[in-house]
C-alpha cells in the first residue's frame, strides 16, 4: 500500500467550478506539502501545512492530522488552473510524493 | 531575486556514457534535494544534502549514481554508465532549512540513446 494516496486521478471541470481534491496517507509526517507542476515540467510549491488550514488567493489547503487527510480546494476555477497537483508527505530528510492529479479546466 | 538553477537544461547521451548534472541551490539555503521523475510516472527521492553532508541517500537507484555538494552550495549529479532506464527529468530544490518550503529548480532532461 502506498504511504500517500490521491484522488481523484483526473479530473475536468468547467470555469468557474469549485474544485476539490484529495489526498490521504498513512505515516507519521512533519508537514504535507501541495505542489503545482505546470505543462511544461515546472513545480512549484503551493502550501507546506502542518496543521489547520491556509489560504492563498483561491487556493485552500487543509489538513486533519487525526484522519490524516488533507484537501486541496480551488475556488472560481480557471484555465489557467489545469496542471498536475501533488500532494508530498514531509519528513526530515525528503518528499514522498502523491501519483498527482490531472486538472483541466475548461472555458 | 535568483530561484534555483539546473544545468544543462537539455542532456543527450548515448548508453555507457557518464553524464554530470548541476544544481545551483538559492543562496543561504542548507538544504538541497534531487529527485527524478521518469516519463508517465511520478517523482521520486534521491538524495538529500543538510550544508555538504549527504544523511539521506537511500533514494539513489544504484551504485551508478552519486552526488556531492561543496561550499554547501553547488551541487553535482554524477550518473556513470548511463542506462536507457537513466533517462528522465532530474528536478533539484533546496529550502531554507530541512523543516521549510522547498523551492524547485526547472530541471535537466535527460535522455539515453
Known amino acids: 500500500k502506498n504511504e500517500v494516496e490521491q484522488s481523484p486521478q483526473n479530473l475536468t471541470a468547467q470555469e468557474g467550478e469549485f474544485i476539490t481534491i484529495n489526498c490521504s496517507y498513512s505515516v507519521g509526517i512533519s508537514a504535507l506539502h501541495w505542489l503545482q507542476q505546470h505543462p511544461g515540467g515546472g513545480i512549484v510549491s503551493l502550501f507546506m501545512l502542518s496543521s489547520g488550514k491556509k489560504k492563498h488567493g483561491r487556493l485552500i489547503a487543509t489538513i486533519n492530522i487525526q484522519e490524516k487527510h488533507s484537501s486541496l480546494h480551488i475556488t472560481a476555477s480557471h484555465p489557467r488552473d489545469s496542471a498536475v497537483y501533488i500532494c508530498a508527505l514531509g519528513s526530515a530528510r525528503q518528499l514522498t510524493f502523491g501519483s498527482g492529479t490531472q486538472l483541466t479546466v475548461l472555458p | 531575486g535568483a530561484g534555483v538553477s539546473q544545468s544543462p537544461s537539455n542532456k543527450v547521451t548515448e548508453k555507457g556514457k557518464d553524464v554530470e548534472l548541476r544544481c545551483d541551490p538559492i543562496?543561504?539555503?542548507?538544504?538541497l534535494y534531487w529527485y527524478r521523475q521518469s516519463l508517465g510516472q511520478g517523482l521520486e527521492f534521491l538524495i538529500y544534502?543538510?550544508?555538504?553532508?549527504?544523511?539521506?541517500k537511500s533514494g539513489l537507484p544504484s551504485d551508478r549514481f552519486s552526488a556531492e555538494r561543496t561550499g554547501g552550495s553547488v551541487s553535482t549529479l554524477t550518473i556513470q554508465r548511463t542506462q536507457q532506464e537513466d533517462s528522465a527529468v532530474y528536478l533539484c530544490?533546496?529550502?531554507?532549512?530541512?523543516?521549510?518550503?522547498?523551492?524547485f529548480g526547472p530541471g535537466t532532461r535527460l535522455t539515453v540513446l
Open positions: 544534502f543538510q550544508g555538504n553532508s549527504a544523511p539521506d
Open positions: 530544490a533546496s529550502s531554507f532549512d530541512r523543516s521549510n518550503e522547498q523551492f
Open positions: 543562496s543561504g539555503h542548507t538544504a
